[in-house]
């Protein structure tokens, strides 16, 4: 943990929210929002500075979809996969994205700057197809929108 930009982070994100095991959920968001995942030095860190042990935080990482051990993409874009996207449209919107970017569902494209992904339910079914990209819903998609 020695790299100036963790080091800020640490004082300026961190800081705030204070090393409480009770806080880990809003610690871990913090650390993915800013990195595009969890980097295995500050599961370290998490270690020596609160109660947890490094298992317990990566069992907490490992059950929660939307983190993750790797880089995800600078854009992140999680297509909704629920059977009313499916009805709606889904596969011709995941092939799109798929084209468009050059890579397919659960790669990151080479420049780290999009990563596509699928996740069961985001609660827009009722406006699918849909997707979170950057953790904003974009809704009614279509092969060209």
Request: hydrophobic share 40%; net charge negative; glycine share 6%.
């Amino acid at each position: 943990m020695k790299s100036i930009r963790d080091e800020i982070f640490i004082r300026e994100k961190l800081g705030p929210i204070r090393l409480y095991t009770s806080n880990l959920l809003k610690i871990l968001w913090a650390i993915q929002d800013e990195y595009r995942y969890i980097p295995n030095r500050f599961i370290h860190y998490l270690d020596e500075h609160t109660e947890l042990t490094a298992e317990a935080i990566n069992a907490v990482i490992s059950f929660y979809h939307f983190f993750s051990l790797e880089h995800r993409g600078d854009n992140t874009i999680y297509l909704d996969t629920s059977a009313t996207a499916e009805m709606a449209g889904y596969r011709e919107v995941r092939a799109a994205f798929e084209k468009t970017l050059g890579i397919k569902v659960g790669e990151v494209t080479e420049d780290m700057q999009f990563g596509l992904f699928e996740t069961s339910c985001m609660g827009l079914s009722d406006q699918g197809p849909a997707a979170l990209i950057n953790h904003y819903p974009v809704t009614h998609l279509t092969p060209k929108k």
